[in-house]
């Protein structure tokens, strides 16, 4: 009887281990300074010189393009930036110098438990996830699903470009289609069910969610016609190194959730970003 209950009792030490140990991981994440809003404010700003750095102290996160993953032609925005929900920071930016366009927009955040990203952080750093060993494809034929929704062959040489060491994080614009019942939150149902998966085939390459949520009122509309369509969503993941996005199709159960993802799109741009 000893015996069992010694074994039962280190059974609980242990679980009650991992449990700390991953909502531990799960609070050390990126995504935590901007979870601590339950709206945030999401900026995408054109410079005339791209080289230029926002001075934006009170951003949660920040960003600039390197290229076009998903869409066509080269970044329109220079700049992107994750905010607090403060009235001022409209003013704040129209005040920057050189900045000749710009899109603002009120994000509520998708809620996203600190201890489910830090067990699927701590299953890739247990090694319980791997990345899959794959070579990059050659051809669009070979990666699965909708041709609109896909990286450009130009995209996979950018990314094969940059320095390897680099950490990419992937901007998603999402509109989705009024689909079933007329509705664009139906389309909004299906994508997050293929963003369930796509979240764990993040994590299993080594990548980390940042932030996703519905845009709830656009506080400054672009003067760009190609950016003033409706946009219902806006996302990021931080990928490792540039790559490491096109190793996610190898897993299997991210490959049965793509038909949701085709279906829940009516169109997306996807940029890639360096973080500052």
Do not use: C
Not at 73 to 93: F, H, K, N, S, V
Not at 129 to 153: C, F
Not at 209 to 229: K, M
């Amino acid at each position: 009887m000893n015996i069992v209950l010694t074994a039962l009792a280190i059974i609980g030490g242990l679980v009650v281990l991992a449990v700390v140990a991953a909502m531990i991981t799960g609070l050390r994440q990126p995504s935590r300074r901007i979870y601590r809003h339950d709206k945030v404010i999401f900026a995408a700003l054109r410079q005339e010189n791209p080289a230029l750095r926002l001075i934006a102290p009170d951003a949660l996160w920040a960003s600039s393009s390197l290229y076009t993953l998903i869409g066509e032609g080269e970044p329109y925005w220079t700049d992107y930036l994750i905010l607090p929900p403060d009235p001022r920071a409209l003013q704040e930016l129209t005040a920057q110098p050189k900045v000749s366009d710009l899109f603002m927009a009120e994000v509520a955040l998708t809620p996203v438990p600190a201890m489910a990203l830090g067990v699927l952080r701590l299953r890739h750093l247990l090694g319980l996830t791997r990345r899959p060993a794959a070579p990059l494809p050659t051809a669009l034929d070979q990666i699965e699903g909708r041709r609109d929704v896909l990286p450009t062959m130009d995209a996979i040489a950018k990314a094969q470009a940059l320095p390897q060491d680099l950490p990419v994080t992937m901007m998603n614009y999402l509109e989705y289609p009024a689909i079933a019942k007329g509705d664009a939150a139906d389309g909004r149902a299906a994508y997050h069910r293929y963003g369930r998966q796509a979240m764990r085939a993040v994590h299993g390459v080594g990548g980390q969610f940042l932030f996703a949520g519905q845009i709830t009122a656009v506080l400054a509309a672009p003067n760009s016609p190609d950016w003033q369509a409706p946009w219902d969503d806006v996302a990021a993941m931080i990928y490792p190194d540039p790559t490491a996005i096109f190793a996610m199709e190898q897993f299997p159960f991210y490959r049965r959730a793509l038909g949701d993802r085709d279906e829940g799109l009516k169109r997306t741009h996807v940029i890639a970003t360096q973080g500052y």
